[in-house]
């Protein structure tokens, strides 16, 4: 199983997607009409095939537009975060993990300013690969790494300068052996909880708290085990994705496995955190919501929640799914999208004008890349004009709304 899931952090982190540097002009053309001032846009959309940067100004409609200069060069990029100012991408070769600062222009274009290498930085701890994204907290103050150094798994925290993108360390938080790797972060929206969970499904997989300090470092905090039972004695539920809604509740995905395999269709979890940070819920087998992810092929869902907290993207073998969220309460169906058997949506984020950008493959062989961008609101469901768009070796998503 340990293979399994090292090849799902791949195929996840975009390692294994071909790289080129074509784009498909697809529903771009120029809009710009001298002397008439344009709309502020939704969002910039950023597209990584892991050594250029893709950056794209979205339209109220979703309709996308090549920003100036792009594609951007990257250093190999396989994570990329945003704080509103700077996007920073993470890479690792030979050196070790390192993450570029780039600005973000008035016009969402890129410019290199800082370069951090995590190796050697931490008493007793190399910084080993990166073994699962960048990820921002509510502030965008703090960004934080999950690191791997051959025997442990750490989120270190760096603190981001403003004015200068420089990044400096406040700390590291030791989770986990080799045996369970440590996996996304969720933070609550008061920014003081945040949320992951260990398992790569060879063993009973278990759900990690984090108190925030003042300086963004993380402290871990203990959890009961209130992931539910499966309705079979030989098997567990192993979780695979977390996401965080606007107020105090997170939908975790589950799989059922034994130690040897995933059986079943993966289900998901609703969970409520207290004043503490202590997790319950009221989730059982029963009353589980069962996705409709057929086989397995070695793709891992991946999970997004809407910043209204009212709907939850998932997207995996079986399609993109756009689910309900109701809190505490089950999640309930709504649409499916991107259904054929041959379309794999790998990554997928919302901006805060209703929009869901969605990457992902037209085929098995993982070099037709796509982005697809959609209008969706809890009654109505459309595709943008424009949509999808070509990028060939399409790896790594991030938005920035506006």
Same mark, same amino acid.
Request: glycine share 10%; aromatic share 10%.
């Given at each position: +199983? ?77 994570f +990329? ?11 690792? #070769? ?7 600062t ?13 370069? %951090? ?7 007793? %701890?190399?910084?080993?690969?990166f073994?699962?994204?960048?990820? *921002? ?29 420089? =990044? ?5 938080? =030791? ?30 997989g ?10 963004g ?36 995905? =589950? ?5 040897e ?12 955190a207290?004043? #503490? ?8 087998y029963?009353?589980m ?13 991946? +999970?997004? +929640?809407?910043?209204?907290?009212k ?25 499916? =999208? ?24 037209? #085929?098995s ?14 009654t109505? *469901?459309?595709?943008?004009?424009g ?14 709304p506006?």
């Open positions: +199983m340990n293979r399994t899931s090292h090849l799902i952090v791949c195929l996840i982190a975009g390692f294994c997607f071909a790289s080129t540097s074509a784009l498909a002009q697809e529903g771009q053309d120029d809009e710009l009409t001298s002397g008439i001032t344009q709309p502020s846009p939704a969002a910039y959309v950023y597209v990584s095939d892991s050594h250029k940067v893709y950056s794209f100004s979205a339209a109220t409609s979703g309709k996308l537009k090549p920003i100036t200069g792009s594609p951007f060069e990257a250093n190999g990029v396989q +990329m975060a945003v704080n509103g100012k700077y996007l920073f991408g993470g890479s690792t #070769d030979a050196s070790g993990p390192t993450v570029e780039f600005t973000i222009g008035t016009n969402g274009a890129l410019k290199l300013v800082k370069t %951090y290498l995590a190796a050697n930085s931490a008493p007793g %701890y190399p910084g080993g690969p073994e699962g994204p960048l990820e *921002v907290d509510h502030s965008g103050l703090v960004l934080y790494l999950n690191l791997f150094d051959g025997s442990n798994f750490v989120y270190r925290s760096l603190g981001v300068n403003h004015s200068t993108g420089k =990044l400096t360390e406040v700390g590291d938080e =030791l989770v986990s052996s080799i045996e369970e790797q440590t996996n996304w972060l969720a933070f609550l929206s008061n920014n003081k909880f945040a949320y992951s969970y260990l398992g790569d499904c060879n063993q009973p278990e759900l990690l708290g984090f108190e925030r300090k003042s300086d470092a993380l402290t871990s905090i203990s959890l009961p085990n209130t992931i539910p039972a499966t309705p079979n004695n030989s098997t567990y539920y192993c979780p695979l994705f977390i996401a965080a809604d606007p107020t105090n509740h997170l939908a975790v995905l =589950l799989w059922e496995a034994n130690a395999e995933l059986v079943g269709n993966p289900v998901l979890a609703t969970f409520t207290g004043a #503490d940070g202590e997790l319950t819920t009221t989730s059982t029963e009353n919501l069962q996705l409709n992810t057929p086989g397995w092929d070695g793709i891992i869902p991946w +999970m997004r +929640m809407s910043p209204s907290g709907l939850l993207a998932v997207g995996g073998t079986g399609g993109l799914q756009i689910l309900k969220f109701n809190g505490a309460d089950p999640i309930t169906p709504y649409r499916t =999208l991107l259904k054929s058997a041959s379309t794999f949506p790998t990554q997928m984020y919302w901006d805060n004008s209703n929009h869901l950008y969605v990457i992902g493959n037209d #085929d062989t993982f070099t037709t890349g796509k982005l697809w961008v959609y209008t969706i609101t809890p109505s *469901v459309s595709e943008a004009p949509s999808p768009y070509s990028i060939p070796g399409a790896a790594t998503l991030i938005v920035q506006k």
